[in-house]
């Protein structure tokens, strides 16, 4: 278990490599910064068909082994861990090669795909095969949301009564778009918290134009979810406002807040929340912790994945319902 654990990546674009360079986010940020700062782990490849994206990663990370054909890296270096963090529509294909090469374990960037072809083949093969799939929804791997997740787990507010999510993604992004690129994590986190699957109750607005918006009302488990997903905003926004019995958390992008039900200063016989929490302390951890669970299912083959392929389906399943639904565009 303490031997150097070989890491390669297929995709060298933002989130495989570049993300690295960006001065305000919360280092690792890539899967080759989480890779390199991993004790126990090697960057020995990267595989990417650009030629820029190859070349300055060779610059980013003094990694010669550059490929322009995944498989082929794959075949080559038969790495310990693989990274997929390439564009969506080739997830299938190499995690299927990573799988046939019987490559021990596969961080694979969310979304598993655009659709639901070829999936159920997928998970017929991983059930073959002894590979182990992380998907990197990051959120389950973050100091925040799990801290969240333990609240929630011993009741330490009451029960979790309703949720209220927002997702914006910039004034002109359909919401076609938006789900795939960022819905993604909030369906995941809201099953992980949970513990529940999603179930879609109500769905008015319109995926398709520029600008457009949906108002989705659905339930995990007993909690029902309110959700709004749409542009028309200059500004990004990924929050959940969660309501308790007896409290509130606000989580999301650079948001922490935990209220709790107190003796109300303001009316007698009453109670009212007050703030006993406000921003999250040092870093969430998000590319360390996944990093932390792929070495910790290399070193120990019987332990399962925390965000498996099975979640990562879950979450393709209730998107493909989302847009089902018929949609007012006018």
Not at 35 to 61: M, Y
Not at 140 to 155: A, H, M, P, Q, V
Not at 248 to 273: A, C, M
Request: proline share 3%.
């Amino acid at each position: 278990m303490s031997r150097v654990i070989k890491c390669a990546i297929a995709g060298l674009g933002r989130i495989g490599s570049t993300l690295e360079k960006d001065p305000l986010r919360e280092k690792p940020a890539s899967h080759a910064g989480a890779i390199f700062s991993h004790p126990r782990c090697e960057l020995a490849a990267g595989a990417d068909p650009s030629v820029e994206q190859r070349n300055e990663f060779t610059k980013d990370w003094g990694v010669g082994a550059v490929y322009a054909d995944a498989a082929k890296m794959v075949e080559t270096v038969r790495p310990d861990i693989l990274h997929i963090a390439s564009w969506t529509e080739t997830h299938i294909d190499i995690l299927t090669t990573a799988i046939e090469s019987k490559v021990p374990v596969v961080v694979c960037e969310k979304p598993l795909a655009d659709n639901l072809r070829g999936v159920d083949d997928l998970i017929r093969l991983v059930e073959r095969n002894e590979t182990r799939i992380i998907m990197n929804h990051e959120r389950r791997f973050s100091g925040d949301y799990r801290e969240l997740k333990r609240i929630i787990d011993e009741t330490e507010l009451g029960d979790p009564l309703t949720v209220s999510a927002r997702l914006y993604m910039g004034r002109r992004r359909p919401v076609e778009k938006t789900i795939y690129h960022d819905g993604t994590h909030m369906l995941d986190v809201l099953r992980y918290l949970t513990g529940s699957d999603i179930r879609i109750d109500y769905v008015h607005g319109d995926a398709v134009s520029e600008g457009g918006g949906l108002c989705i009302l659905a339930a995990a488990g007993d909690i029902t979810v309110e959700w709004e997903i749409s542009g028309g905003r200059d500004h990004l926004v990924f929050e959940l406002d969660w309501s308790f019995s007896s409290g509130r958390v606000r989580i999301g992008n650079g948001i922490f807040e935990v209220w709790k039900s107190v003796d109300s200063p303001f009316y007698s016989g009453f109670k009212s929340l007050e703030r006993i929490h406000n921003g999250w302390s040092g870093t969430t951890g998000y590319f360390t912790g996944m990093m932390d669970h792929a070495v910790l299912l290399f070193d120990h083959p019987e332990k399962t994945s925390l965000s498996s392929l099975s979640d990562g389906t879950a979450v393709l399943r209730s998107i493909k319902e989302i847009l089902s639904y018929t949609v007012k565009t006018g």
